[in-house]
């Protein structure tokens, strides 16, 4: 009769193999140890991760050395290397009266998938994780009116201005400017759109851009009057 046995921890150890295992999943398995016959040291194991049976022996020598005592803590989390699978595992010493280690429960879990998986979400994120000199802040329009909207908050972003309550006359002209610039008073109902969203009515919209045009032409008047001077 092994140590465990004689304890009464068996059953309930396997027990709770089976629950850890349930919970983490199939890359978790947790091995039981009684290091009463340390060549067949596995008295029960739950899940598959390491491709040992009951009846394996302890991992290796270091495993039970002299240097285990009462006195020995936990080895928490720590790394094991099979070829080029990672596990993460840690090891509960089981104890007599005495507190001497007879056993030793051990918990692996195989996160190489996992870790796998992580590089290839970094090498197929790396283009968006990077800052590109080019960022466009709007999001694509569903529809008309939101398309008007988005319009407005970029001009309002990108001058500072806090919300269309705050804008001056002149913001309001350098937005249609811009608006008729982008041809968007080509939809249908866009003067009304965007005196909904300025809240002016839609003859100013309309006074806005005949004094835009008037402008536009009073200025291109000038042009070709200095280009005449010029002729010689």
């Known amino acids: 009769m092994g140590h465990l046995e004689r304890l009464g921890l068996l059953e309930m150890l396997k027990r709770l193999a089976e629950g850890i295992v349930a919970v983490v999943g199939p890359c978790c398995e947790v091995v039981i140890h009684d290091f009463s016959d340390i060549e067949h040291s596995v008295v029960a194991i739950a899940g598959n991760v390491s491709g040992r049976r009951p009846g394996a022996p302890v991992p290796d020598l270091d495993f039970i050395s002299e240097k285990l005592n009462r006195d020995t803590p936990d ?136 004094r835009i045009r008037q402008e536009d032409s009073q200025a291109g008047s000038r042009c070709g009057e200095d280009e005449n001077r010029n002729v010689r």
């Open 75 to 210: 080895q928490l989390n720590y790394r094991i290397e099979i070829n080029s699978r990672r596990l993460q595992s840690s090891t509960i010493w089981i104890r007599d009266q005495d507190g001497t280690p007879v056993g030793a429960v051990c918990v692996n879990v195989d996160f190489s998938g996992l870790l796998e998986a992580r590089a290839l979400v970094e090498k197929f994120a790396a283009p968006a994780m990077r800052t590109p000199d080019f960022v466009v802040h709007d999001t694509l329009a569903r529809d008309p009116d939101e398309l008007m909207k988005l319009s407005v908050a970029s001009f309002l972003r990108r001058n500072g201005i806090a919300d269309v309550e705050s804008m001056t006359r002149k913001d309001k002209q350098q937005l249609i400017t811009l608006i008729e610039q982008r041809g968007l008073f080509r939809i249908r109902g866009a003067a009304q759109l965007l005196a909904g969203i300025l809240n002016v009515s839609r003859a100013s919209i309309y006074n806005y851009r005949s």
